[in-house]
């Protein structure tokens, strides 16, 4: 990871305007498919086709620590306890990597394939499988226990070790396989930092932020074509200050192409975001998600 790569280019064309964006949480659709490939295809994309989604914003099913994929990088779900699912091992060596089926398989039904990575997930502190060897063996980049808020889990984004394995991630996957985009999901999860200290190291956020977009912005030079960034980040600007997201410089230096506001939020401040994105191209996106809003089921006026 170059730590103060430019990124500038020449001005790109604008980022295609989509009706809906579809994430998909992995976990639920790769389990229900009980080793079948063809019902894991049927679980990820009914519902998709001939619908106003045109983009399929995919989570491997881990929590961005392990991978449900063939990675040189993250060791593999349920591989430090040995329970790496036997499905997924076939998956591999059958040659149906989970990644390349679902780009080829979204491509096929005019969807664009995002590789939605979870930056900071904690479902590890209660998921044994997805807890990985390198937190087991470098406690000191975890958040730890002692604090009025944060899971114990979370890692401290202010370690350059931290930010380096997670660029590897996103290095790896979009040099082994053809997204469209890349959701830098922010929300899995906060604090990114020592809880207290997220405003005054919003700045390391932002170069990470850098560092990915050069990255992908060189990798799409090679593709001939945009490799977009979405982030996906709190519903509010104030919220996102607390956290350490500084979403205002993320917009004036090109760093994002579409910002995805908030994760089981009901009340939304979409319009001081359009207020910030006016002019630059750069698309917002509420997201729609009933659970943890309370909202469940979520009342046919919102829906």
């Given amino acids: 990871m170059r730590e103060h790569e430019d ?45 106003q989604v045109e983009a399929l914003l995919w989570c491997d099913g881990a929590g961005g620590n392990t ?11 349920g591989q430090r306890i040995g329970q790496v699912s036997p499905f997924l091992r076939r998956l591999i060596d059958e040659g149906n990597d989970p990644p390349q089926v679902i ?41 730890g226990e002692g604090h009025p808020y944060g899971v114990k889990t979370a890692l401290n984004f202010a370690l350059p070790e931290v930010r380096q394995l997670k660029f590897a991630v996103v290095e790896e996957v979009f040099r082994k396989y053809d997204f469209d985009g890349l959701e ?18 919003a700045p390391i956020l932002t170069q990470f932020l850098r560092d990915v977009r050069g990255h992908l912005r060189r990798r799409g030079s090679e593709r001939g074509r945009r490799i ?21 410089a993320w917009i004036k ?32 996106y509420p997201c729609l998600y009933g659970w943890p809003s309370k909202y469940v089921p979520i009342p046919a006026e919102l829906a």
């Avoid at 977009?228 to 205002?248: H, K, T």
């Fill in 253 to 284: 230096e090109g760093l994002v192409d579409i910002l995805i506001l908030g994760s089981g939020a009901i009340d939304i401040a979409i319009e001081e975001f359009k207020d910030l994105a006016k002019g630059t191209g750069v698309l917002i």
């Fill in 228 to 248: 977009e960034v979405a982030a996906r980040v709190d519903e509010s600007l104030e919220a996102c200050r607390l956290d350490g997201f500084d979403v205002a």
């Fill in 7 to 51: 990124c500038t280019q020449a001005k790109e064309p604008p980022v295609k305007r989509r009706r809906l964006l579809f994430n998909c949480d992995g976990f639920g659709v790769f389990k229900d498919a009980h080793g079948d490939l063809y019902r894991w295809i049927h679980n990820v994309f009914t519902g998709l086709e001939d619908s």
């Fill in 67 to 77: 991978a449900y994929y063939d990675s040189q990088v993250l060791e593999l779900t």
């Fill in 103 to 143: 780009v080829r398989q979204a491509k096929k039904r005019g969807l664009a394939p995002f590789y939605s990575f979870r930056l900071n997930d904690t479902h590890d502190d209660f998921m044994p499988e997805e807890y990985p060897t390198f937190k087991e063996e470098h406690p000191e980049w975890l958040i």
């Fill in 184 to 201: 830098m999901d922010f929300l899995r999860s906060p604090p990114f930092f020592m809880p207290g200290e997220e405003p005054q190291n």
